[in-house]
C-alpha cells in the first residue's frame, strides 16, 4: 500500500498539520485545497447521514472512506472534533484502526502532553512527524 498525504484539521477547519510521502503533483494552492478536504469531509458526514436507510436505529451512521480510480480518501473524527485525513492508492483496506493509533498514540503523546505546544491549533513537530513516519512504515 502506498500513503499519499495526511492532514489534520481541527473542529474549526483550520488544517493543523500536513504531511506528504509520495504526491507527485504539487497542490495549486494549499489553502484552497484545505478548505475544499474539510468541505468534503464535512459534506460526505452529513450526506451519510441523510442516505441512512435505518435511520440511527443501529447507531450514528458515520463515513470512513471513499474510493475514487487512483486513489483512497481515509477519514477519522475524535470527540473533540480532530479530524484526521489520509490519502493512500485505492487497494488499501479499512484503515480506522491505524487512524485511531496516530491520534491516540502520536498526537496524543507528542502534541497533546507538550507543554510547548497548544493542542487543537496549527504545529510544527520533528518528534511526531519522525514517530509518524516510523509507523507509517509498518504498512
Known amino acids: 500500500m502506498r500513503l499519499f498525504t495526511f492532514y489534520m484539521f481541527n473542529a ?4 493543523m498539520y500536513q504531511r506528504e510521502w509520495s504526491r507527485e503533483r504539487a497542490s495549486a494552492d494549499e489553502e484552497t485545497e484545505h478548505k475544499t478536504l474539510f468541505g468534503l469531509f464535512f459534506t460526505l458526514k452529513d450526506f451519510a447521514k441523510q ?9 450514528p451512521c458515520n463515513f470512513y ?11 477519522f473524527e475524535t470527540a473533540t472534533g480532530l479530524r484526521l485525513l489520509l490519502t493512500t ?4 483496506g479499512d ?12 498526537y496524543i503523546e507528542y502534541i497533546v502532553k507538550n507543554a ?23 504498512l
Do not use: V, W
Open 12 to 15: 474549526n477547519g483550520e488544517c
Open 51 to 59: 442516505l441512512d436507510p435505518l435511520g440511527g436505529a443501529e447507531g
Open 65 to 75: 472512506a471513499f474510493t475514487t480510480n487512483n486513489y483512497k480518501l481515509h477519514f
Open 89 to 92: 492508492d485505492e487497494s488499501a
Open 95 to 106: 484503515l480506522r484502526a491505524f487512524m485511531k493509533h496516530i491520534y491516540s498514540n502520536i
Open 116 to 138: 510547548a505546544l497548544e493542542p487543537m491549533k496549527p504545529f510544527a513537530s520533528d518528534a511526531f512527524t519522525a514517530a509518524l513516519d516510523a509507523y507509517t512504515a509498518l
